[in-house]
């Protein structure tokens, strides 16, 4: 009866042994699973996370390749740009080149018609039209050589004339056509203000002015020949004694007076001294 406790005592130790142990055993898996559901919580997030990361890293890729290829493009397209708006800026400079080039072929073909025609009126003398023609010709493309030639020319004419009229004027003046003999002076000097003859066209003029009533533009002029000590002394006193006589006219007595002194100081050998000294003395005594 002993024995029979014992092993019941024994079996009952067991059980509660093998309930301890599936207990145990229940835990255990109880925790395991808990440790799977766990690891498999962590792998999903993770696998998340990495096909994030694969997606972000593939849409940053993406969007690096589009930039990149963007760029080059646009570096691309610059380039070309450029090129095209150069090679047609040269199109362009070539093309005006080309124009400038026919419209100096043009105008050069031009300039020898006129120069041809100018050379004509020079051999043929026709002075006036050579002085009027200048202005014009002188624009044209000329060669150094072909403006120097014209230019020497219209000196030439020009002096010519001068000289023509100053004798028109000598003319007038021997028979008292006053105002015919002071156009021809003017038109001497509108010609040539310069010419070997100017001193005597002045000398006219101003005479020619005097025996007009125009003593006052006279006067200017006798005094500018008078001072000048460029002009012959012949013509030096003759401008004295027309000058004297012009401010005898508007009765400048003293002008006078000291224009017969200086004409006296200065010219005491001149055929007008004798003369200026008679003059001096009636003016001294009524003046």
Known sequence: MREVDDELAEIKREIIESRGLVIKTNNLTNALSADIKSIAKRQQTYERRLTLNSATAYV??????FTALKFAWDARVEFITAETQQKTQDNERLRKEARDAQKRDEDRALADAKAAAFYELVRQGKRVEIIEGFDAIKKEQLSKTELAAFTDAVDHARNELAGQLYH??????????WQEAATAYEESLKYKEDSAVVAGVKLGL????RHLGRQRDAIGLFITLSDATSVDREVQDDALYQLALCQMEIQAWNDAKNTWRALIRRFPDSHYTPEARLQLQGLTVMH
């Open 206 to 209: 101003a005479e020619a002015y």
């Open 60 to 65: 940053v890729f993406v969007l690096v390749s």
């Open 168 to 177: 028109e004027g000598q003319d007038k003046t021997r028979v008292q056509r």
